[in-house]
């Protein structure tokens, strides 16, 4: 059930899987300010490549696609744009925060993202048999197209010798 609601959270933004800061301090159950305080103190660990903050278009986005970003009540408007988190990011981030939930979330994440690699490589996989497959039954449609025309021609002929031998016959009759 831990594994699933981690899957849910890991987001797909400007071409990476990603979770975002309020969602890892739920998991950490940490205040998303506190957890921003340490990114903020350790900026040095986290490398673009590994956090980003989202624009507001980008939030925006994720706001409206997925429910689960609905925030009711208090804080329904964020005054900072949220920190986006990749694999490499959260590995950072368990550095940084020292608590045993800390460890534990980041084993429970790490495990997420390795799910889900794992399903994209079937994905992957299965794409590439639907391909072969698709090939084939198009090949087995042009062989039975030129079946088909060899059998058509095979009785227009038939038709036409038949239709030969039956002609009204002209001249001496016996």
């Known amino acids: 059930m831990e594994l699933q609601l981690i899957q849910e959270k890991i987001y797909s933004v400007r071409g990476h899987k990603v979770m975002l800061d309020f969602d890892l301090a739920?998991?950490?159950?940490?205040?998303?300010?506190?957890?921003?305080?340490?990114?903020?103190?350790n900026m040095q660990r986290f490398p673009p490549d590994f956090m980003y903050?989202?624009?507001?278009?980008?939030?925006?986005?994720?706001?409206t696609q997925f429910a689960s970003?609905?925030?009711?009540?208090r804080g329904t408007f964020t005054k900072y744009l949220p920190f986006a988190f990749t694999e490499q990011g959260i590995s950072m981030l368990s550095g940084?925060?020292?608590?045993?939930?800390a460890?534990?979330?980041?084993?429970?994440?790490?495990?997420?993202?390795?799910?889900?690699r794992q399903f994209v490589l079937q994905y992957n996989d299965l794409?590439?048999?639907?391909?072969?497959?698709?090939?084939?039954?198009s090949n087995h449609n042009e062989q039975l197209s030129q079946?088909?025309?060899?059998?058509?021609?095979?009785?227009?002929?038939?038709?036409a010798q038949q239709k030969w031998t039956e002609r009204e016959r002209i001249g001496f009759k016996k």
């Open 53 to 63: 903050e989202l624009t507001p278009a980008e939030y925006h986005s994720l706001r």
């Open 127 to 137: 794409a590439e048999q639907i391909v072969d497959i698709k090939q084939s039954v």
């Open 26 to 41: 739920i998991l950490y159950m940490v205040e998303t300010k506190r957890l921003k305080e340490a990114v903020r103190r």
């Open 96 to 101: 940084v925060l020292h608590s045993d939930r």
């Open 69 to 73: 970003l609905e925030k009711k009540g």
């Open 103 to 116: 460890i534990d979330m980041h084993i429970a994440i790490m495990r997420a993202f390795v799910a889900i």
């Open 147 to 159: 079946i088909y025309n060899a059998i058509e021609n095979l009785l227009d002929e038939k038709a």
